[in-house]
């Protein structure tokens, strides 16, 4: 791996752990709850977390330059919740914008076992031959629509490997409550969490976390499960100290309680 790779890697994984925040949920829902105003919602939480990932669009309209993490640049999209078929992405963003913006890695989703698994991993493996000249790393999304009904870990380890075969240098994938540690094990590149459908309590959203930190993750790439909970700040805090400071579930409530008040 040469100077650059690793160099952009370490700023987005520092001590091999990553707290990701994406806000990238607008390219296929639109306005969602607690991004109406994305810069607004992330300006806080920067302090606890190690990267945003976001579109190109959002990035420039949204996020101080002056005042930025490093940036994981969503590059495949082109759907839409109203539309067909969520797995019917391409590839949106060049790597003359990719660099332009500066971003230290890009993400691409594969949806696998779709009508477009092919199209996807295509999408997949050609921003890894783009991307991979310059030193950028990429990220593969290990996405499944509206069929959330897929997330085993035979599915999820299935997935993920496919991903790190074709080159990505992370992937990202759901957590499953069932053999995570297969999915971990069976993939040659770090794997991160996504963080699904918001959780109903904080208790949930730290429990999985760090049970999945305990299997083999590197990290985590939440969003709605911070930036919609009642106290984001607080949440952002806990996930934190589960992922870089190898705290429990107990002592990350306990700081969550106590940034609360």
């Known amino acids: 791996m040469d100077w650059g790779m690793r160099n952009r890697l370490n700023q987005l994984m520092p001590n091999g752990k990553c707290f990701f925040m994406p806000i990238d949920h607008g390219y296929f829902q639109g306005p969602t709850t607690g991004l109406e105003k994305p810069g607004e919602t992330v300006a806080p939480l920067m302090p606890y977390v190690d990267a945003?990932?976001?579109?190109?669009?959002?990035?420039?309209?949204?996020?101080?330059?002056?005042?930025?993490?490093?940036?994981?640049?969503?590059?495949?999209?082109?759907?839409?919740?109203?539309?067909?078929?969520?797995?019917?992405?391409?590839?949106?963003?060049?790597?003359?914008?990719?660099?332009?913006?500066?971003?230290?890695?890009?993400?691409?989703?594969?949806?696998?076992?779709?009508?477009?698994?092919?199209?996807?991993?295509?999408?997949?493996?050609?921003?890894?031959?783009?991307?991979?000249?310059?030193?950028?790393?990429?990220m593969a999304v290990t996405a499944v629509g509206k069929e959330m009904e897929k997330r085993t870990a035979r599915y999820l380890a299935l997935c993920c490997r496919i991903a790190a075969e074709l080159g990505a240098k992370v992937v990202k994938t759901y957590w499953c409550d069932k053999d995570f540690d297969k999915v971990i094990n069976g993939c040659p590149v770090p794997v991160i969490m996504a963080g699904g459908p918001k959780c109903n309590t904080e208790i949930e959203v730290l429990e999985f976390v760090y049970d999945g930190m305990q299997k083999g993750a590197v990290g985590i790439n939440l969003g709605r499960n911070v930036w919609q909970s009642p106290q984001p700040v607080a949440m952002s805090k806990a996930l934190r100290a589960v992922v870089h400071d190898n705290a429990t579930v107990k002592q990350a409530k306990e700081i969550y309680d106590e940034t609360k008040k």
């Open 52 to 138: 945003l990932f976001c579109t190109r669009g959002s990035l420039r309209a949204a996020i101080d330059p002056l005042a930025s993490k490093p940036i994981v640049l969503r590059a495949s999209g082109c759907t839409s919740m109203v539309g067909k078929d969520l797995a019917n992405e391409d590839i949106t963003t060049s790597v003359d914008d990719i660099i332009r913006v500066n971003a230290q890695a890009v993400g691409v989703s594969v949806f696998i076992g779709s009508e477009y698994e092919k199209q996807t991993l295509k999408n997949l493996a050609t921003l890894v031959n783009d991307c991979e000249p310059y030193g950028i790393p990429v």
